[in-house]
């Protein structure tokens, strides 16, 4: 099994990215061969500040470390510095639909927040990040809810590849996603009915991974619920439920074992501390290996080249094929691989 996922260096992670993508991420290292991918060229779509760039991606970088990956078993690089995505990117795009272009929701969405220009590279994130993954004949793809429909595309383009220049062959492989069951979209504590999202949600409602736990603590105190007392999971009580799955994750059981074990709570008082304890039990760890992991950007510079090279490896042998197999460029034979 290979394991591939990218993830943004923007804004800072929040409880959603931790529990839909990151713990994925931590755990798929004992699962296979990991592959994580900071995307910088995806950040770049969007109106964007290069200083804030390059540091939020260190930032990233180390929050990634101290969550748990560890560059010994797992591939952790900067998507920028491998160049055959790039390359992937545009040899994919003819095997692309402009229509589903069209029809991809993040698109429809952030080109709608944009106030100054909805730049091509919006339009193309897509296929970028089919190629993020084809490129390493990736297995699955872990990643929240929200994702699912680029996932989708990649594996029609993936599929439109092989039918239009496999011969019959598997040239790239058709990925999986593994979107989790329990909190692949965790909503926003303020409002329910909204994703928890950096660009979107709102400053009470959303939980970073670096929240002080005082902050933390306050923060899940005034979620909103709902007038009712009932700890269980309905879709009239999405505040509720969505406490409920957070406190799941975070504790390592079930949504069923939480509602059986809440049972006899007082109300959602005890619910909301239930949570609040077990939040800051997960992430204060993080936030300490982070500071220490952060102020070292020598060693993230590192960890981030030994990254590259080894993914550029093999990315490079699928560009060979790809190359070879669209017509493009010198035959194999007399070209040196790189
Ligand atoms: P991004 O920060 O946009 O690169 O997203 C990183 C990962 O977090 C992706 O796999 C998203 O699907 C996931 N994600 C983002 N928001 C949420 C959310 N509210 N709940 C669960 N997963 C999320
Ligand atoms: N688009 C993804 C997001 O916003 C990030 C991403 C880029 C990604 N390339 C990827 C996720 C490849 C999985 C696989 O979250």
Known sequence: MRIFSGIQPTGSKHLGNYIGAIRQYVEGQDRGEALYCIVDLHAITVSYDPHELRSSLYDLCALLLAAGLDAQRCILFRQSDVLEHAELTWLLASVTAFGDLQRMHQFKDKSASQRELVSGGLFFYPVLMAADVL???????????????????????????????????????????????????????????RKMSTTGGSEQGTIYVLDEPATIVKKIASAVTDSGREIVRSPEKAGVSNLIE????????????????????RGYG???????????????????????????????????????????????????????RMGVGAPRQTRTLR
Do not use: C, W
């Not at 994702?147 to 999986?176: K, T």
């Not at 074992?257 to 809440?262: F, G, H, K, P």
């Open 270 to 324: 005890d619910l909301k501390k239930a949570v609040a304890e077990a939040v800051v039990a997960m992430l204060a760890p993080v936030r300490e290996r982070y500071v220490r992991l952060r102020a070292d950007e020598g060693a993230l510079e590192q960890i981030l080249a030994d990254g590259a090279a080894r993914a550029s490896e093999i990315a490079s042998h699928t560009l060979a094929d790809v190359r070879e």
């Open 246 to 265: 957070i406190l799941a994750v975070a504790s390592g059981r079930t949504p069923q074992q939480v509602e059986a074990d809440m049972a006899d709570a």
């Open 135 to 193: 490129a390493y004949r990736a297995t699955d793809v872990p990643v929240g809810d929200d994702q699912r429909q680029h996932v989708e595309l990649m594996r029609d383009i993936a599929i439109r590849f092989n039918a239009r220049f496999g011969g019959g062959e598997e040239v790239l492989l058709v990925p999986e996603h593994r979107i989790p069951s329990v909190g692949a979209r965790i909503m926003d504590l303020q409002d329910p009915a």
